[in-house]
């Protein structure tokens, strides 16, 4: 009879270890990654899941751009993210408002983004802005795009 209930036992830890895992690929957030960090496939994700090296265009549903379609770089896009952070309501303020604020602190990313560009690439920076509450302090976060230059409607 102890060792039915051992194997009993083995089982029910096997299923409840199993549901576990089961759960935590549930609950990630964003979309699928793989090693590298890219994305694996294309998925309208919202602005917020966007990560430094993301490729993306801006999806027509969605005209305040709170989502947008994320694809391999490989893949047709509009837009590379070349940069993020957070910035406090101080440094805006320092800043004389958010667009300085947003501009000055993308301006490196995007200096660093143009020189390593193909010569006669036309390059254009844009700003994803969100705003959220972390500790009780509001905190402005962004991220800084650019059109890369690298694919184009015709591929």
Request: charged share 20%; aromatic share 6%.
């Amino acid at each position: 009879m102890p060792h039915r209930i051992r194997i009993a036992a083995s089982l029910l830890v096997l299923v409840m270890a199993g549901s576990a895992l089961s759960a935590c690929s549930l609950l990630a957030s964003g979309p699928l990654r793989g090693d590298d960090g890219q994305v694996t496939g294309a998925v309208v994700v919202p602005t917020t899941d966007l990560l430094v090296d993301d490729c993306f265009s801006f999806v027509e549903e969605y005209p305040q751009h709170e989502r947008v379609n994320l694809v391999p770089c490989a893949d047709e896009h509009g837009y590379i993210v070349i940069g993020q952070g957070s910035l406090t309501d101080a440094f805006i303020a320092d800043s004389g408002g958010l667009q300085n604020a947003v501009s000055s602190s993308c301006s490196e990313s995007f200096a660093t983004f143009k020189a390593a560009a193909a010569e006669g690439a036309k390059l254009t920076q844009e700003f994803i802005v969100s705003e959220e509450t972390i500790d009780g302090e509001k905190l402005t976060s962004y991220s800084c795009v650019a059109t890369d230059g690298t694919v184009s409607a015709s591929e």
